[in-house]
């Protein structure tokens, strides 16, 4: 999912000069773009000292934390967007990580791999885990903690009385609109906390 | 190969007023500059340094070459803070006793050494001399101020005193406000010295007496919280020095890091000034910039325009991560730019004086951004 297209697809998604705050923030390509071409500002939150030291040198401002620690540092509503590209299906705490997104800010972006997407299934039609491009590791050998749906990702939101603005699929470097469940290998969320 | 420096020295006649209310005159701050402050006069970087270091940042003096600079491994020609791109300045602080007016001095007033006598002073006085002499210097505005430490400390009160005068801050291995058991360790430090017979109220110098068991026992005390725990165990562990079997004595040195610990001591009391470690143990303890503002650090920041980067290590428990972190959210608090590294390094508070690359790549990726900002590739 980190090609430059997808990013820019979902730049497209966010208020121009929006405060951000982007959880597992990687390199910091995201909000590098997001500053250039869309005038955001924000922070990145990232573990991995590699992508640190490639955020310090992309001028990306990135704090360096463990999303499973929490999101301490943040008021609520600081932030316009926060985003959680390809970050959930790490995260032990991942339902608790859902509601700190919608809590520090006004609204969430989240976007993960489809286990449904019909590739999946095919191989687990076949009796094997799938080993694809969008999931590229063995059973036994995966950072992908969290394996989940378009329509699995809808039910716990609603558990958590989240409001869901937008819903789409990712392939190719476009929007699935159409049966997503099946024909998306990313799945795409805007949400909000609902008030009250 | 490191480089050949030379440390200078600049008159003031003053007089600076000092946060307790006193004021000093007729003093002389030593500093060193490396590198060529550039036509733009944009790529200066103040080094703030820490408990016993003083202005000789970098480099070595001519024809010693054991005078290598506190962090030659961070400052100079290709090194992380690169002296071909920046002009960066080194002071020492007043109060010191490398060079700058301190309590050793003979005060001119009365012909007789300073020593308890010499006004205490805190990181912001430190923060307004070394903005003096920037003005000597032509400098208006830094392109950053870094220091680790104590250093840090200063590092963090420069955009709080001169917001329109620092672009960037680097506050490494640093806090916001020494904690209770911080300060306890400087208390203890600060009894061992003036408890000793040889202290004379602070007027040794007179006596022609060192308080060196005093020292000696202060910089045991510090090294100790310098390192962590792992460190310690894995360079002396339980190592006797020259037997297998204990000699069954309480006064003799048999552990490896009893032997290491006095050797430390030994060499710190032979050149540092036990005035001078009172002064700035205390400078410690004092410094706060929340203490004005009701403990909200966030409030104190409040006027910084100055972007940050943060640094601290894992295994610091003097200056711990959480401390720094307080700092991160404070700026964070007033939407301010700040990017925060958390270094997975094994060496204790220390760690900020060696080389950990991924430190160091971090501080050098920094200021490649700050380059290219200031005109200074």
């Not at chain 1, 297209?5 to 390509?29: E, F, H, K, N, W």
């Not at chain 2, 103040?46 to 480099?59: D, E, T």
């Not at chain 2, 009391?269 to 966030?298: H, K, M, Q, V």
């Amino acid at each position: 999912m980190s090609d430059i297209s997808t990013y820019r697809l979902l730049s497209q998604m966010i208020p121009r000069g929006a405060r951000v705050l982007d959880l597992g923030c990687g390199d910091g390509t995201m909000l590098d773009l997001l500053a250039r071409e869309r005038g955001c500002t924000g922070y990145g939150i990232e573990i991995d000292d590699a992508n640190v030291l490639a955020c310090a040198r992309r001028g990306v401002n990135v704090i360096q934390r463990n999303l499973e620690d929490g999101l301490d540092l943040f008021d609520d509503r600081a932030f316009d967007v926060v985003l959680q590209l390809d970050t959930l299906q790490h995260l032990r705490n991942a339902e608790t990580m859902l509601r700190e997104t919608a809590r520090v800010g006004r609204i969430g972006i989240v976007a993960f791999p489809n286990f449904a997407h019909w590739p999946n299934r095919m191989a687990i039609l076949r009796g094997r885990m799938p080993v694809t491009r969008r999931l590229p590791y063995q059973w036994y050998d995966t950072p992908n903690i969290r394996v989940g749906t378009f329509k699995d990702f809808d039910a716990l939101a609603r558990r958590n009385q989240l409001r869901i603005l937008d819903a789409f699929g990712l392939q190719d470097g476009r929007e699935v609109r159409w049966l997503p469940n099946a024909r998306a290998g990313t799945a795409v969320f805007r949400f909000e906390a609902m008030p009250g | 190969m490191s480089f050949v420096v030379q440390p200078q020295a600049m008159h003031f006649d003053g007089p600076l007023a000092l946060r307790s209310g006193a004021s000093i005159s007729g003093y002389t701050l030593a500093y060193e500059t490396y590198g060529a402050l550039n036509a733009a006069r944009s790529n200066a970087v103040l080094v703030c340094h820490a408990l016993n270091a003083s202005h000789h940042v970098a480099g070595v003096y001519e024809g010693q070459p054991g005078s290598e600079g506190w962090w030659d491994n961070m400052v100079g020609p290709g090194k992380p803070l690169d002296t071909d791109r920046f002009f960066v300045i080194g002071i020492n602080n007043l109060g010191s006793c490398f060079g700058s007016t301190g309590p050793a001095d003979i005060d001119p007033a009365t012909g007789r050494s300073r020593g308890a006598d010499f006004p205490v002073v805190t990181v912001e006085d430190w923060v307004e001399a070394q903005a003096l002499l920037l003005d000597r210097l032509g400098i208006t505005r830094l392109a950053a101020v870094m220091g680790g430490s104590l250093g840090g400390m200063q590092a963090l009160s420069w955009p709080i005193q001169y917001p329109d005068r620092v672009a960037h801050a680097v506050v490494i291995a640093s806090a916001p406000n020494l904690n209770a058991e911080n300060i306890a360790f400087n208390e203890v430090a600060r009894r061992a010295i003036v408890t000793d017979p040889d202290f004379h109220g602070g007027h040794f110098y007179e006596h022609g007496t060192v308080p060196k068991r005093g020292l000696r026992i202060a910089r045991m005390i510090g090294h100790i919280t310098y390192l962590s725990d792992d460190v310690m165990n894995t360079r002396f562990g339980r190592e006797l020095r020259d037997a297998v079997a204990y000699k069954y004595t309480t006064q003799d040195v048999e552990f490896q890091i009893e032997s290491y610990l006095r050797y430390q001591g030994d060499k710190f009391s032979e050149y540092f000034d036990a005035n001078t470690y009172l002064l700035i143990t205390r400078a410690l303890d004092y410094f706060d910039p929340a203490a004005a503002y009701g403990g909200r650090l966030a409030d104190a920041l409040a006027g910084c325009q100055t972007r940050f980067l943060l640094a601290s290590f894992t295994t610091d428990w003097r200056f711990a991560p959480a401390r720094s972190r307080e700092i991160v959210r404070a700026l964070l608090d007033n939407r301010l730019d700040v990017s925060y590294a958390e270094i997975d390094a094994p060496h204790g508070h220390d760690a900020f004086l060696l080389d950990d690359p991924r430190y160091l790549n971090l501080v050098r990726a920094y200021f490649g951004r700050v380059a290219a900002e200031v005109g200074a590739a």
